[in-house]
């Protein structure tokens, strides 16, 4: 009798155990993103008028759809009840980012001023803080990490391991699991997941975006800083922080 006690225990200890080791290797994720756009716009007499008849926030919904360790992600849809001008919107609904993270290439389309641009270069490394704070996003545990971009630009995220693609929103990468939250403060945006999708995943579209040109990240950033010269004033400051946000805005 006492050893079959300690089989049935052996058998639950086990069972338990194994019911712990679940791991998401290919999903669609959609996230909520919210930008505080009446933050974004400079000051000015125009510039007011146009804030006085926005909503406080914009908000979209993206997906994230990833398996075999390759993401893409996109934007789907707006909040049906927001209203916002066409000039908000379309540059939002072009961008889309694809990573692979077999080979460690990157591929993403930037709008600008109407224009497409496809960058394609090498995945780049940030630097993250892991930090003793948790959290449950969408139903699944996630911890909280930090990290500095683009020079001077803090990142604060939340990632779960129990799904297990580095990847995140956006070009924010590298953590050990997917980012289900995220927050730039100085960008007045955040990003958080409200589902996660494990059924009928579409693979097929997980590829990268097709173009005749493609630039790497460092001319992508030469050409922007070329065309940045033509709009900014010296002696203005409220232009040079809308430039900043904007400059943000493209390499993200």
């Known amino acids: 009798m006492y050893k079959i006690i300690l089989a049935l225990a052996?058998?639950?200890?086990?069972?338990?155990?194994?019911?712990?080791?679940?791991?998401?290797d290919k999903a669609t994720v959609e996230y909520e993103v919210k930008t505080n756009i009446k933050k974004t716009i400079e000051t000015g007499f125009f510039e007011d008028m146009i804030k006085d008849q926005l909503p406080q926030?914009?908000?979209?919904?993206?997906?994230?759809?990833?398996?075999?360790?390759?993401?893409?992600?996109?934007?789907?849809?707006?909040?049906?009840?927001?209203?916002?001008?066409?000039?908000l919107k379309t540059s939002d609904e072009a961008n889309a980012w694809y990573y692979d993270y077999n080979s460690g290439i990157f591929n993403m389309q930037k709008s600008v001023a109407g224009s497409n641009f496809t960058i394609a270069d090498s995945i780049s490394h940030i630097n993250w803080k892991l930090e003793n704070e948790n959290r449950v996003i969408a139903g699944f545990n996630c911890r909280k990490a930090m990290?500095?971009?683009?020079?001077?630009v803090y990142v604060f995220a939340f990632y779960t391991d129990e799904i297990t693609i580095p990847g995140g929103p956006c070009n924010i990468h590298g953590l050990?699991?997917?980012?289900?939250?995220?927050?730039?403060?100085?960008?007045?945006t955040s990003w958080i997941a409200t589902n996660v999708s494990v059924n009928a995943v579409d693979?097929?579209?997980?590829?990268?975006?097709?173009?005749?040109?493609?630039?790497?990240?460092?001319?992508?950033?030469?050409?922007?800083?070329?065309?940045?010269?033509?709009?900014?004033?010296?002696?203005?400051?409220?232009?040079?922080?809308?430039?900043?946000?904007f400059y943000w805005n493209l390499l993200l």
């Not at 990290?147 to 001077?152: E, H, P, Q, V």
């Not at 050990?176 to 007045?188: F, K, N």
């Open 57 to 87: 926030f914009k908000t979209g919904y993206y997906h994230y759809t990833f398996a075999e360790n390759k993401g893409i992600y996109k934007f789907d849809h707006w909040d049906p009840n927001m209203i916002l001008p066409t000039f």
């Open 176 to 188: 050990p699991g997917l980012i289900l939250g995220l927050t730039i403060p100085r960008m007045y």
């Open 10 to 24: 052996f058998i639950n200890i086990t069972s338990n155990a194994g019911a712990q080791q679940i791991f998401i």
């Open 147 to 152: 990290a500095i971009i683009m020079d001077s």
């Open 203 to 245: 693979a097929g579209m997980i590829k990268p975006i097709a173009s005749k040109k493609d630039y790497t990240m460092a001319t992508f950033k030469t050409t922007i800083n070329s065309r940045i010269k033509e709009w900014v004033s010296e002696d203005d400051p409220d232009s040079k922080n809308w430039i900043a946000q």
